[in-house]
T-cell receptor, first 111, second 115 residues
Framework: KQEVTQIPAALSVPEGENLVLNCSFT??????LQWFRQDPGKGLTSLLL?????REQTSGRLNASLDKSSGRSTLYIAASQPGDSATYLC??????????FGSGTQLTVLP | EPEVTQTPSHQVTQMGQEVILRCVPI?????FYWYRQILGQKVEFLVS????????KSEIFDDQFSVERPDGSNFTLKIRSTKLEDSAMYFC?????????????FGPGTRLTVT
């Protein structure tokens, strides 16, 4: 059974800092890896999707990488802002039909 | 920009009652999903639906749960006899039919409270 782990569980950084969120998965036979943002009590906003054949994807200040051989993905956030404060979830598409989620990293960016 | 919508945003029901949670997926999408998130826990997969039938379901999705696409736009999740442990946020998601690796788009969720 696929397990997805995110470390750290919580992270607090000063505004302007670059940061990296980590995601690891136990089975490398994934179709894709998707990163989401979740604000308190809200839904999931898709940030980036990396296909299994890709190594990274970029969107604005966000860059996600995928290393299937080591079972790891990272989300890099450049020049963090207080508005980036949220919980960040990674989810792997092990099956074409479902996503398996990690427990998330709660990010706080201090002004 | 197209988005997945869900109604109601919050549903309170008594234990043993039936509830129907409604979703309108993105219009040209072909794959539909329900997930749930119990407070403080991970988002968990419940069921996927394609071509008017269930394509995959988790062990959570027992006989008390059912899904339906009653018309060309709505996708519903029914819980026949709710239990206290069904209290959670329920998310609907949809995906376009472009191969096996397409992005899933999530709705804002329905918070179900069973008392």
């Amino acid at each position: 059974k696929q397990e997805v782990t995110q470390i750290p569980a919580a992270l607090s950084v000063p505004e302007g800092e670059n940061l990296v969120l980590n995601c690891s998965f136990t089975d490398s036979a994934i179709y894709n890896l998707q990163w989401f943002r979740q604000d308190p009590g809200k839904g999931l906003t898709s940030l980036l999707l990396i296909q299994s054949s890709q190594r990274e994807q970029t969107s604005g200040r966000l860059n996600a990488s995928l290393d299937k051989s080591s079972g790891r993905s990272t989300l890099y956030i450049a020049a963090s802002q207080p508005g980036d404060s949220a919980t960040y979830l990674c989810a792997d598409g092990m099956s074409a039909r479902q996503l398996t989620f990690g427990s998330g990293t709660q990010l706080t960016v201090l002004p | 920009e197209p988005e997945v919508t869900q109604t109601p945003s919050h549903q309170v029901t008594q234990m043993g009652q039936e509830v129907i949670l409604r979703c309108v997926p993105i219009s040209n999408h072909l794959y539909f999903y329900w997930y749930r998130q119990i407070l403080g826990q991970k988002v968990e997969f419940l069921v996927s639906f394609y071509n008017n039938e269930i394509s995959e379901k988790s062990e959570i999705f027992d006989d008390q749960f059912s899904v339906e696409r009653p018309d060309g736009s709505n996708f519903t999740l029914k819980i026949r006899s709710t239990k206290l442990e069904d209290s959670a946020m329920y998310f609907c998601a949809s995906r376009a039919g472009t191969g096996v690796s397409g992005e899933q788009y999530f709705g804002p969720g329905t918070r179900l409270t069973v008392t």
